[in-house]
Nanobody, 125 residues
Framework: VQLQASGGGVVQAGDSLRLSCAAS????????VAWFRQAPGQERQFVAA????????YYANSVKGRFTISRDNAENTLYLQMNNLKPEDTADYYC???????????????????WGQGTQVTVSS
């Protein structure tokens, strides 16, 4: 099982980035999937998730309206489209997946079994 995150970079405030998370060894359609981020010295923070059943999407208040999480079942890839980036979005971004997580736990990073390696996003002002 492997999750391979990519797409990070250095951008200016107001720019956009799209992160990708390619999965192998698991079918993302059967998993809840999520993006988390972690800035230096801070705890890992929930960004967005898609539920295992129903495909409902959930967002942190800080990114709602700017970020969009999506899943391409044919490509077995998770995406995070990030628009209107702000300096406070600077962090390492991690994708995660879990086959049995319940909806009430989607925002809790410790509940996920599978993790990508992280991709760095830096937003300058």
């Amino acid at each position: 099982v492997q999750l391979q995150a990519s797409g990070g970079g250095v951008v200016q405030a107001g720019d956009s980035l799209r992160l990708s998370c390619a999965a192998s060894g698991l079918n993302l359609r059967r998993y809840a999937v999520a993006w988390f981020r972690q800035a230096p010295g801070q705890e890992r923070q929930f960004v967005a998730a898609i539920s295992r059943t129903g495909g409902y999407t959930y967002y942190a208040n800080s990114v709602k309206g700017r970020f969009t999480i999506s899943r391409d079942n044919a490509e077995n890839t998770l995406y995070l489209q990030m628009n209107n980036l702000k300096p406070e979005d600077t962090a390492d971004y991690y994708c995660a997946a879990d086959a049995s997580i319940i909806t009430s736990s989607l925002r809790t990073w410790t509940q996920y079994d599978h993790w990508g390696q992280g991709t760095q996003v830096t937003v300058s002002s």
